[in-house]
């Protein structure tokens, strides 16, 4: 694709509800990153992959939070018993070398809102 | 305490005049370091980077940076109204795998 393409746009869940967040990154980019962006902030770093490899996770707010990438391509971001304070908008980048020092696009993001 | 440190605004100037943004950060082994513009609702998209002391220019955008007074600052020149928006700093480690941002200056523009 164009761009970097995230799905859904929107997501509400009950708490305790589990969601999939996909992430769909640049064709042919090796590296991938999930941010959380609560409102009013900046985003935060959740994890990094090159390639298949989670070489991050450092991120991740609490072992309810998982992320994968089996292929190298697409990218799923799962949260279990989802809770209140996890409602923020979860932003995927991607660029075309390890890290963030060249380019990286961001998608347009899911927006999580648990009730 | 917060690394990466922004004044949130919002910040007005009057279309034409220079904005000035700026940044600081608490890491002194950081050694890359963004500007990103995310217009509400939207991603952000990146204005530019910097990884060496002094300035970089970009059309109307230069980018400051002063590792020793860990320091980093965006001006944009002849400021106009789509300009309005909220600018992210952003500092990385050497491998830059993650990036710490700031929490955003909301920048106006006004006609």
């Known amino acids: 694709g164009a761009g970097v393409s995230q799905s859904p746009r929107y997501k509400v869940a009950k708490r305790g509800q589990d969601v999939a967040l996909r992430c769909d990154p640049i064709?042919?980019?090796?590296?991938l990153f999930w941010y959380q962006q609560a409102l009013g902030q900046g985003p935060e770093f959740l994890t990094y992959?090159?390639?298949?490899?989670?070489?991050?996770k450092s991120g991740l707010p609490s072992d309810r939070f998982f992320a994968e990438r089996p292929e190298g391509s697409v990218s799923t971001l799962k949260i279990q018993r989802t809770q209140q304070e996890d409602s923020a908008v979860y932003l995927c980048?991607?660029?075309?070398?390890?890290?963030?020092?060249?380019?990286?696009?961001f998608g347009q993001g899911t927006r999580l809102t648990v009730v | 305490q917060k690394e990466v440190e922004q004044n949130s605004g919002p910040l007005s100037v009057p279309e034409g005049a220079i904005a000035s943004l700026n940044c600081t950060y608490s890491?002194?082994?950081?050694?890359?370091f963004f500007w990103y513009r995310q217009y509400s609702g939207k991603s952000p998209e990146l204005i530019m980077f910097i990884y060496s002391n002094g300035d970089k220019e970009d059309g109307r955008f230069t980018a400051q940076l002063n590792k020793a007074s860990q320091y980093v600052s965006l001006l944009i020149r002849d400021s106009q109204p789509s300009d309005s928006a909220t600018y992210l700093c952003a500092v990385g480690s050497g491998s830059a795998r993650q990036l710490t941002f700031g929490s955003g200056t909301q920048l106006t523009v006004l006609p």
């Open positions: 980048a991607s660029s075309s070398r390890g890290g963030m020092n060249t380019e990286a696009f």
């Open positions: 064709s042919g980019h090796v590296s």
């Open positions: 890491d002194r082994g950081s050694q890359s």
């Open positions: 992959f090159q390639n298949e490899a989670q070489l991050d």
